[in-house]
């Protein structure tokens, strides 16, 4: 059999695992937590079970990118979904005006429905969104066509043209504009750096139709894992590689913190590259690389609020919720000030298993730098100080101020509740600045936030979130082409298809 080691058993490493499984590959995947699934774990407090990474994604509708490489992969069957409300899958609320959106399932009725509330820019709503779409329709990676040898996600000019800039060219009315923004937190879209494609991608996802796993993502991570021991291959937990062995420009073996040493024809990283870098063997790489990989800023963190409710305390929304200060504030959440913030926060309540009419927990992600965390950034989980749980507890004490203004009661119904940082995010999955999106897609050098799935090193080979894109869709995708720098490009895209249009 042909041999592989994975290094981290996130949804990359696991997606690519299993795809390598199916075309015969003995498969070893080695996470270093001690549960799997990176940004797809579920974590349990009080008996009670939150999603770490998660939330929302969209591609299982009919003929959906991500339905068929799942049925592909054989775990469709296994995955519990939920699809949002059909008629408010987003709802936006803006504090400024006190105006609500509710964008439905569809593109058509998203046009429809934006025509109706801003009805002057008719046409330009139209043109606009025929714009992204046309956009999405040009990437064969998305569309699980067959492709060209590698392609980077420059296509054509439009996609790397700032996503404000392009809204700009359709769009008039400056409160259209703000609304039209509303998922720059879910990729983070930065005004006049962030490329037109990733504002593209995530409006047609979302407005295409997104879904939320009942019982959180873990069971797919965990699907995937036993596709991989179906074939013969192993996921190891609590083995954190600590050190990558090249000699002669290949791969040798990789060692883990406990001391075991394991051996394969080729390797794939799911790490983050600056992490590949400080376990790889000096040398590995040349200095230009490991100076690019400083260069690159990292997408944006969050603080992310926990809530578990009293019994039937609140309504279960069966959709994303938004919630911004003004419009204008719904297009950057770079250099956000703490006296003003959260200029925006997004949350969800998580469906569980038999979901009646009340929520059991809700999730708020906001938006937050960095650099807030950085006076506590040598300390590490449960021993960072009473001063950092403080300031968590007033950070905290914000968002809940915040989204009292739209449920009055809204303490009142909470029976705990808890929060992570940036730091928690850093500390988990193992990354430099607790960025939750990978590498910061900036449109004046794409070439810089990207990665070829090859590397100088002639066994090993690139997956997860800052080859390509992040999230369900972006990793899951990316992982096909890594599969494929090893059994041949558009192998596998073919047989996903194949498969698809026999079952269909
Ligand atoms: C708060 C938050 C909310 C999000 N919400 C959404 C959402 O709603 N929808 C969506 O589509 N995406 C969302 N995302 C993004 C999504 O979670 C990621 O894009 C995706 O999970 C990344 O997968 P990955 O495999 O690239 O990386 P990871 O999930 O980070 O996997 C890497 C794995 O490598 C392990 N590792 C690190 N170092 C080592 C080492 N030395 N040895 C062994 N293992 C190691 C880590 O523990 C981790 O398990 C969110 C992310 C965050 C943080």
Redesign the pocket.
Known sequence: MKTCVI?????????TGALLSKEGYKVTV????LI??????NFNRHGYSF???????GGFEEGGNLRKLFDYLGVLDQLSLQATDDDASDVIRIEEDGAVYRMPRGKDQCIAYLSTCFPVEKENIKAYIDKLYELTEKMDMFCLRESKPYEMMYIDEDFVVPFDEMMDRYIINPKLKGLLTYLCP?YSGMKGTTPTFMAALLTVIHFNGTFQFVGGSQQLANALKKVIEKAGGQVLVR????RIIVEDHQVKGVV??NGNIYQAENYIS???PD?LL??IDEGAFPKLFKNRISLVSDSL??L?VFVKFKDKSFPFLNQ?NYFFQSYEKGLDFSHEQQEDWPKGIVYLTPPVEHQGEFAETMVF?VPMEYEWVKPWENTRTGRRGEDYEQWKQIMMDKVLDRIERLYPDYRERIEFCFA?TPLT?RD????RS?????FQKDCSNLMLSQMSVFTKVKNLYL?????N???????SL?AIQTAEALVGLNTIMHKINEKYDHTA
Request: negative net charge.
């Open positions: 290094i981290g058993g996130g949804l990359g490493g696991l997606v080695l996470e270093k937590n799997i699934g990176g940004g797809l774990q999603p770490t990474g998660m939330h929302i994604f879910l083995s954190e590689v600590e883990t913190k799911d790490v983050h992490v400080r376990i963190s969050f992310v994303v992600v992570s995010i988990y999955y193992g990354n607790g960025s939750c999106y990978g997956t997860g979130q800052n080859v894109i992040h999230g369900l869709c972006g990793v990316t």
